[in-house]
């Protein structure tokens, strides 16, 4: 089974974000993936306040140490990349751990994620292309 860190919106509209975080959890364990969510776990009553700047760097800290941990970094983009999500994909990056972008069946935005969505398609292209070519794979000039 697939281990999964899970990025998608939490600060803000904290009510809309949790439901959202919990479409993608299920979303993953519906593709017998299992997910982690730090966001969605540490910031819990008791736990640690994200409204505390220490405290949420903490928990940013604590969420990266299981990525290594993972087969993938998986970032839901329905209602955009946070700051928080994009710090998320640069630790993926930083380390290595494969990332994909993925929508919630039923959480469509709207028009206005299209050139988000297309930009994605363009830079997964371009990735495919370069590992083709990486291994020997691509059209020789």
């Given at each position: 089974m697939r281990r999964v860190v899970i990025e998608s919106p939490y600060a803000s509209d904290d009510d809309r974000n949790l439901r959202y975080?919990?479409?993608?959890?299920?979303?993953?364990?519906?593709?017998?993936?299992?997910?982690?969510a730090s966001h969605g776990l540490l910031t819990q009553a008791g736990v640690l306040d994200d409204n505390d700047p220490a405290e949420r760097?903490?928990?940013?800290?604590?969420?990266?140490?299981?990525?290594?941990?993972?087969?993938?970094?998986?970032?839901?983009?329905?209602?955009?990349?946070?700051d928080g999500m994009k710090h998320g994909i640069v630790d993926a990056i930083t380390i290595g751990c494969p990332i994909e972008f993925r929508t919630v069946?039923?959480?469509a935005a709207g028009d206005e994620l299209a050139p988000i969505?297309?930009?994605?398609?363009?830079?997964?292209?371009?990735?495919?292309?370069?590992?083709?070519?990486a291994a020997g794979l691509g059209d020789e000039p």
């Open positions: 975080l919990r479409a993608a959890m299920r979303d993953c364990a519906l593709r017998r993936e299992s997910p982690y760097a903490l928990g940013i800290e604590l969420g990266f140490a299981w990525r290594s941990a993972a087969d993938a970094t998986v970032v839901y983009f329905d209602l955009g990349i946070s069946p039923g959480w969505r297309a930009r994605v398609a363009e830079l997964e292209a371009e990735n495919a292309e370069w590992r083709m070519s």
